[in-house]
């Protein structure tokens, strides 16, 4: 026999079981999304490397070690995407959709990160994410905040996430806290780890993001950003908190949170959980004033966000019952006349009924196999066609789920009777 091959690791195929609870997710996400006037854009999962090296940071995690990067035939570099906002911003620039003009963009798709696989973490991914670009003022981003709210809201996922948020300030505001910050760093130089030490030269912000127990303490006691914001950083960060605070949301301020990409200015936010062990960030974002110009745009203030699909699915999987039924009706058939009638009258209901869910029985099987498949995919009426059913152009109806009596219906009351 031939070997068998096998998906690669960290990749996952996502079978029908688990996409009743991904389209269900979906489907509640998009709706809100258009409900706040976010238009979806579909983008290229691969682009040119050189756009995330500019934008997400030559010395990040992602750009140094997780990126999936090869020459095309032609000798280009291209990379799987690792994330979108990079690719919606060289879109917009491409198609000029940023002059004189705001946009509010939402997309989704998978995108690649060449990370250690574990429970939560993937090197396929799926991400929805929304980008508002042109808006300078806090209230977009309280929108977008409270946006990302209601996501959790109308998943039943609120009392098990909670908001964290910071501000990066502007430019100049980090290159003066990352002095400030890599004086202390030096001046405890030997409480730090390998990575950190690293890090100290290239991104000293980095460091605040380390996992490692040990170096919990230093971070703690390292300076916080939030004392060196410049005046209309602070004045943006307070703004946007009186608009959190006017529309009730909880959030806890944290400091040290520094967000993987490089990217960002001002306001910094994540969702975090604590019910999927290390993987807890369900959906991260912030401002990126900068980013429109470094790609060779007019400077155009922007805000952003992302979330793993992989991880929220987790969640609302556990506060769901049990998995939708796959279909409505199953339609039975005995003998051979009765299986072509039965395909005939499934064409026939599926036009009459476009929201029905129809399964017709294919291939050979008694009454009892058949109502058995009717019975585990969650129908709730078998529909019956034998010999007799078709002699007198009837058909019978049984429902599987109520106490009621077998019903014998014409084509035309079965429409009505499915309805
Ligand atoms: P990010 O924080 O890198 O931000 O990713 C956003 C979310 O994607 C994370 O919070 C997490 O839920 C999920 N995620 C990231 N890596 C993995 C992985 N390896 N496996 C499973 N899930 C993962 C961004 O991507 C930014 N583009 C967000 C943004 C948009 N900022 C402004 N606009």
Redesign the pocket.
Known sequence: MAQLIQSIRGMNDLLPEVLTYWHALESVIQKIMMNYGYEEIRLPIMESTELFSRTIGEVTD?VEKEMYTFLDRNGDSLSLR????AGCVRACLEHGLLHNATQRLWYSGP?F?Y?RPQK????Q?Y?I???ALGFETPDIDAEIIMMTAQFWEALGLTDQIELQLNSLGSVAVRRNYREQLVQYFKSHQSALDEDSKRRLGLNPLRILDSKNPEMQGLIANAPSILDYLDEASSKHFNTLRQYLDAAGLNYKINPRLV???DY?TDTAF?WVTEQLGA?G??????R?NGLVEQLGGQATPA??????L??IVELYKAKQASVQSKADVYLITDGERARYEGFLLSQKLRKALPDLQLIMHCGSGGFKSQFKKADKCGARFALILGEDEIAQHKVSVKFLREEKEQLSVTFEELVNVLK
């Open positions: 992602v690792p994330e979108a906002t995108m990160r990370e939560g973490r993937y090197r991914f991400q994410g929304a980008e967000r993987g990409l960002y994540e993987q960030t369900v959906c991260g974002g912030g990126y805000i952003g966000f992302a979330m793993g992989e991880r």
